[in-house]
Structure formats: C-alpha cells, structure tokens
C-alpha cells in the first residue's frame, strides 16, 4: 500500500510541474504563432515520438527510435513551412516508404548487419507517425492557416482539464475500477469526474475565448475530447504493459 500511495504522490508531483511549467509556455507559443509555436511542437514531436517507440519497443516490437523521430518531425516542420499541400506530400512519401520497406523487409535483414526490424515493427512506425505526428501537425495548420489558436486552446485546456480532474477524482473517490488489468489505478468515478471537467471547462472556455460555437454545441466536444483522452490514457498503459 506504502508503495502505491509513493506511486500516485510521485504522479502528482509530474502532473504539477507539468501544468505550472509546460502548459503555459505551450499557450503561449500557440497565442505567439510563428515561428514559437513551430519550435515548441517540434520540441513535442521529439519527446513524444521518443517514448512512444520506448513503449512499443517495451512489448517485444523493435523500434527505431531516431527514424520514428525523423518521421513525425519532418512532418511537423513540413506542416510549419508549406502549409496543407507539403504536409499531405510528406505523409503520403513516409507511408509510401515505409510500405515499401514492410515488403523490402526479407531482404533488409539479409544485406544490412545488426537489422532487427520485423513487419510489424515498420507499421508501427507507421501508427507512430500518424498518432503523434498527424495531430501536432493539425494543430499547427490549424494555428497557421486558419488563425485557430482559440480551438487549439479550447482542446488543450479540455483535455487538461479532464487529466486533472480524472486524477484527482479518482484518488479522492475512486473505488470501482476500470480496466484493472490494464491500469490498476483508473477508476469509473475518476472517467466520470474528468468527462464532468471537461465538459464544464468546455462551457467557461466557450463564454471566454472567441469561439463562434453555443454552449450547447461546445459541452459535447468538451465531453469527446474527454472520451478521447481517456482513451488515448488506457492505450497508453496498455502499451506499458
């Protein structure tokens, strides 16, 4: 018990420091537009790609790091200096190689020393691509194109908001798990509470930011973005074990 009380106080701590240092300089380089808000995606792509194939790599699936990096940071720096059209060019070349490096994959273990790389390993690396990758790369097109950093925002702090209150709510309430085998510590009070967060941040951020969407329309995105975070959460411990 000892340890698992450590555990979610160690948790904490991260979710704090996160929120007091990370999101405000992430809000802020989305308000400043470019070239900071490029720099700071990129700087995310970087983090989350890296743990991500750490994850997968952690399930017996090789992974290629630094290629899953390069994968998702070229698409994001595609995003960030040619718009729409270049970042559908460069998903659509990455696809194309990595398919086909899938069928090339017999004779890559034969002429490269060292290859470990396996069938699934290579779409992996094409699920890590567009998991982290297409997301960030949306978000900055959003922000450049369209002027969108109210919707960004908005998605940002729902999704905060439904992490924070999920965790907290959970340690506070939670009885009934969830999903024990996968996550021992996520429970349905916890789900409840951060889809209630959500959509009720949702709701204030509608009232504040100069979003051209009613209330009635914005508590349910809240309410999807909640879902989606969750589930995005559970895949994650999924992956870790």
Do not use: H
């Amino acid at each position: 018990m000892q340890t698992i009380d450590n555990a979610r106080s160690e948790s904490l701590k991260k979710r704090i420091t996160s929120a007091l240092v990370g999101l405000p300089l992430i809000l802020l380089a989305v308000w400043s537009g470019p070239p900071w808000i490029v720099i700071v995606v990129i700087i995310i792509a970087l983090f989350a790609t890296g743990e991500l194939a750490k994850l997968i790599s952690s399930t017996g699936i090789p992974q290629s790091r630094n290629l899953n990096i390069c994968l998702s940071v070229s698409l994001v720096i595609s995003a960030g200096f040619g718009g729409l059209k270049l970042s559908l060019i460069c998903l659509l070349v990455e696809t194309v190689f990595i398919l086909i490096c899938v069928l090339a994959n017999p004779i890559l273990k034969r002429i490269v020393y060292g290859y470990n790389l396996s069938v699934k390993s290579w779409l992996y690396s094409l699920f890590s691509t567009i998991y982290t990758g297409v997301p960030l790369t949306s978000a900055i097109l959003l922000r450049l194109e369209y002027d969108g950093y109210e919707l960004i925002i908005f998605a940002l702090l729902c999704t905060f908001a439904t992490d924070t209150c999920s965790f907290a709510v959970g340690r506070a309430w939670g009885r009934t798990k969830m999903a024990p085998k996968v996550s021992p510590g996520k429970t349905w009070e916890g789900a409840i509470g951060g889809l209630i967060g959500g959509g009720v941040v949702a709701s204030i951020l509608v009232a504040i930011l100069d979003i051209e969407i009613s209330i009635g329309f914005a508590v349910p995105i809240g309410l999807l973005i909640a879902i989606f975070a969750q589930i995005g959460d559970l895949g994650e411990s999924k992956l870790k074990r």
